[in-house]
C-alpha cells in the first residue's frame, strides 16, 4: 500500500494524465474535474489545477473560463496541420539517428520493436498504442535533438487525440511492421530509405483517418488514477 506521504508531484500528475490520453483512455472532449482528479490522485484541487495549467501549455488540455478545463479536441484542420508538422520533423529525426546512434541506442529501439511484438501477440491494445507512441518518442530520444524531443513529447500526445477522434474503430495505432522497417534502414544507414518509409508511415497513419460521431464513454476517475 502506497505511503499517505508519497502524494505524487504536479509534474508526476500531467505524465499521469498524458498517458492516459496517449493510450486512449481519456478521450478528447471530455471534461478534466478538479474535485474528481483531486480525489483520484490523493491530492489537493491546488496541484491538480496547477498540472492541468502546465499540459493547457502543451495543447492537451483547453482551459475554459466558468467551465473548467477539458481534454483538447483537436478539428479536422488540425489533424491535416499536425502530421503536415510530422512530416517535416520526422525525416530529420531518421537523420539523426543513423548520424548518432550508437550500438547501445539502436539496441534499445529492437528492445522496443520486440515488446511491440509482444503487446500484439498477446493483443494488449492498450500497451500497443502505449508503445505505438513511444516509438516516435524513442526515435526523438535517440536521435539527440533536445529541441526536437521537446517538440515531439507535445505533438505525440495531440496524436493520439487526433486517432481517438478520427480513427476507424479498433484500428492500431500504427501500421503492424512499418516500425520495424523503418530501424532496419536506419541499422542498414540507408537515410533515403529509412526517410521514404518514415513519410510513407505518417501518410499511412494520416490515411485511417476519418470525420464521423465520437463515442461518449464513462470514466471510472479512481480506477485511472488512484
Known amino acids: 500500500m502506497e505511503s499517505a506521504l508519497a502524494k ?3 509534474e508526476d500528475i500531467a505524465e499521469r494524465i498524458t498517458q492516459a490520453v496517449m493510450e486512449h483512455r481519456l478521450p478528447p472532449g471530455i471534461k478534466l474535474a478538479e474535485e474528481r482528479l ?3 490522485f490523493g491530492v ?3 496541484k491538480i489545477r496547477q498540472a492541468l495549467t502546465m499540459l493547457s501549455r502543451e495543447g492537451l488540455v483547453k482551459l475554459s473560463p466558468n467551465r473548467g478545463a477539458f481534454v483538447a479536441s483537436p478539428s479536422v484542420q488540425e489533424a491535416i496541420d499536425l502530421f503536415a508538422t ?3 520533423i520526422e525525416p530529420e529525426i531518421v537523420r539523426n539517428v543513423i548520424t548518432r546512434a550508437g550500438k547501445a541506442e539502436l539496441k534499445r529501439l529492437r528492445t522496443h520493436l520486440a515488446a511491440e511484438a509482444d503487446a500484439r501477440q498477446r493483443g494488449d491494445r492498450r ?3 502505449k508503445l505505438s507512441g513511444g516509438f516516435h518518442m524513442l526515435l526523438a530520444e535517440v536521435g539527440g535533438n533536445s529541441f526536437i524531443e521537446k517538440l515531439m513529447a507535445e505533438l505525440c500526445p495531440l496524436t493520439c487525440l487526433i486517432i481517438s477522434l478520427y480513427d476507424a474503430p479498433h484500428t492500431p495505432a500504427c501500421p503492424e511492421n512499418e516500425h520495424v522497417q523503418i ?3 536506419i541499422e542498414r544507414k540507408d537515410e533515403a530509405e529509412a526517410v521514404r518509409l518514415m513519410l510513407r508511415h505518417l501518410d499511412h497513419v494520416r490515411n485511417e483517418l476519418r470525420l ?3 463515442e461518449k464513454q464513462d470514466i471510472d476517475w479512481d ?3 488512484g
Do not use: K, N
Request: charged share 20%.
Open 183 to 185: 530501424v532496419a534502414a
Open 127 to 129: 500497451a500497443i498504442i
Open 212 to 214: 464521423g460521431e465520437t
Open 38 to 40: 483531486a480525489s483520484a
Open 8 to 10: 505524487p508531484d504536479v
Open 44 to 46: 489537493s484541487r491546488t
Open 86 to 88: 510530422r512530416r517535416l
Open 223 to 225: 480506477q485511472m488514477f
